[in-house]
């Protein structure tokens, strides 16, 4: 198994850009999660589905920030206008049942100038 | 919502000594506790876990400690090795209103002294 695919892993763009992430989960797991780390604020939950339905987006920053899970096999994390202050790095998890281990996937380190 | 506090902040030991990190959650509802593993530049990895019917869970030189009543629980690492040098994040998984999602303590940086 490949484990939880990101990409891209790393990106860097312009204030008022607009970034998409994505994400491929563990085939299988009916649980995604999307994470953000920084080292002021540490990990935190954004959003998270559970068989491709949004469960839980409380942690979304702000309107700038969607998630969509069109399938078991995909999610996009959008942020559109970016911003300076979204710069961190964001990771995807998937676990099968919500109650079990969650696995992450390698990060995409976002740098908005 | 879930708040979990975790220290201290960086610890220091000489190699072969023990470590012990702390974590305590506010939300008396939470019933899984993760324990992850993150070194410079990769993915937070799980390195044990325990819920709450267990007061006590052990592997090899990582064990883990609940107490639900103070709301704590503690990651215990012994005979340390300089490969244990990371960062390690607590977590505590809020059940109330079906959430499944994990609230992470801000995490403690183990540095392992040769």
């Known amino acids: 198994d490949a484990g939880v695919i990101q990409s891209p892993r790393h990106e860097v763009t312009e204030m008022g850009q607009e970034v998409t992430l994505r994400c491929k989960p563990i085939s299988g797991h009916d649980y995604l999660f999307w994470y953000r780390q920084t080292m002021m604020r540490g990990l935190e939950l954004l959003i998270y589905?559970?068989?491709?339905?949004?469960?839980?987006d409380s942690g979304m920053p702000e309107d700038r920030f969607s998630a969509k899970m069109p399938n078991a096999s995909f999610s996009t994390l959008k942020i559109q206008p970016s911003e300076p202050r979204d710069s961190a790095v964001y990771f995807c998890a998937s676990s099968r049942g919500g109650d079990n281990e969650q696995f992450f996937g390698p990060g995409t380190r976002l740098t908005v100038l | 919502g879930e708040n979990v506090e975790q220290h201290p902040s960086t610890l220091s030991v000489q190699e072969g000594d023990s470590a012990v990190i702390k974590c305590t959650y506010s939300?008396?509802?939470?019933?899984?506790f993760p324990w992850y593993k993150q070194e410079l530049g990769k993915r937070p990895q799980l390195i044990i876990d325990i819920r709450s019917n267990v007061g006590e869970k052990k592997d090899q030189r990582i064990a883990v400690t609940l107490n639900k009543t103070a709301k704590h629980f503690s990651l215990h690492i012994t005979e340390t090795q300089p490969e244990d040098s990371a960062v390690y994040f607590c977590?505590?998984?809020?059940?109330?209103?079906?959430?499944?999602?994990?609230?992470f303590g801000k995490g403690t940086h183990l540095i392992i002294q040769p």
């Open positions: 939300d008396s509802a939470s019933n899984y």
């Open positions: 977590a505590a998984r809020d059940s109330g209103g079906g959430a499944d999602g994990l609230t």
């Open positions: 589905f559970n068989n491709n339905v949004p469960i839980d």
